[in-house]
């Protein structure tokens, strides 16, 4: 089973939405095959990192070249200059920066999308855009109507900055913010932390910058709840307005206890915009990690079917 290589992009610039030049981190699977069918481009939540998609990027690198990316401000990627760009404009233009590098490394490749939650909605602003063709979309756990007390969930750890004296500590407090997970072995829970922790002066650190957590903040911290619905609202609507503007088949997942995605909302996505097609898995909240076998075969099914 090959290793990935972690590989960088200079992203940014006077023309991107966060300004400064800076390195964009990916993690790239080579295809086993001797030609690859295309490009599977994998995209993580909001507080993880490239490497959450290990485990379905050895099923698909059989067939396809997987890159998993560390979006701006986690794992190995750059921090930003003004916390204020860690926002979806500023990740969709470096992932439509990426995928111009793969498609100038192999003119015309085809390329697939992998997202979960945060990473959903970068595929949403990005497949709406018909330059883009992404052949394939699939949304993890995520739609254009996102549960405000979800929201407030994960306000309550995002951005904090513990330091734990050993790694188990680190990885307990890990599996502890990430019940909506579901079940996993240890060792699964070991292989989901340890990309997300670094080791400094003795002591066990999240990964990834705190500042992240910023516009989140700024955008959940209202107390007036009429002003928080305004809010909503405006998103929602700007976001069924790309998911209705997206042409790729696309495939939606759910945790069954997810509180973030109700079944309403994935209901309506699959009556209108690309008609996506459902599957929802029991035992699982927020979200999927896309390591249990029958979550990976439901990615890999709807990748490989012709």
């Not at 995209?43 to 059989?62: N, Y």
């Not at 699964?188 to 650190?205: A, C, M, N, V």
């Not at 709840?225 to 997206?246: K, M, P, S, T, Y």
Request: a negative charge; hydrophobic letters at 45%; glycine letters at 8%.
């Amino acid at each position: 089973m090959p290793a990935p290589q972690l590989q960088h992009l200079t992203v940014g610039g006077a023309a991107a939405a966060s300004g400064e030049p800076r390195r964009l981190a990916y993690w790239d699977w080579p295809c086993e095959a001797a030609e690859a069918s295309g490009v599977v481009l994998c995209v993580h939540g909001l507080s993880r990192q490239g490497r959450d998609f290990d485990a379905l990027a050895r099923m698909l690198c059989q067939r396809s070249r997987v890159i998993a990316v560390d979006v701006a401000g986690r794992g190995h990627s750059d921090w930003l200059a003004d916390p204020m760009a860690y926002q979806i404009p500023t990740y969709a233009a470096d992932m439509a920066a990426l995928v111009a590098h793969l498609r100038a490394e192999t003119p015309d490749v085809s390329i697939d999308w992998v997202g979960t939650s945060m990473g959903g909605l970068i595929g949403m602003a990005l497949a709406a855009q018909p330059q883009m063709a992404l052949r394939r979309l699939v949304l993890n756990d995520v739609g254009p109507v996102i549960q405000w007390e979800a929201l407030q969930r994960i306000g309550t750890y995002l951005g904090q900055n513990p330091s734990f004296d050993s790694e188990a500590a680190a990885v307990a407090y890990l599996a502890s913010i990430s019940a909506g997970f579901g079940p996993h072995s240890p060792e699964q829970w070991r292989d989901l932390s340890l990309p997300l922790l670094r080791e400094r002066d003795g002591r066990w650190w999240l990964h990834y910058d705190p500042a992240i957590a910023m516009p989140f903040k700024a955008m959940t911290a209202t107390a007036d709840a009429a002003a928080a619905r305004q809010i909503v609202q405006a998103g929602e609507a700007a976001l069924w307005g790309l998911f209705d503007a997206i042409r790729s088949p696309t495939l939606l997942l759910r945790g069954a206890q997810s509180d973030l995605l109700t079944p309403e909302t994935a209901t309506l996505m699959t009556q209108r915009g690309p008609h996506a097609r459902l599957v929802t898995f029991d035992g699982v909240g927020h979200a999927p990690t896309l390591v249990a076998d029958d979550q990976v075969a439901a990615v890999r099914d709807f990748l490989w079917a012709s």
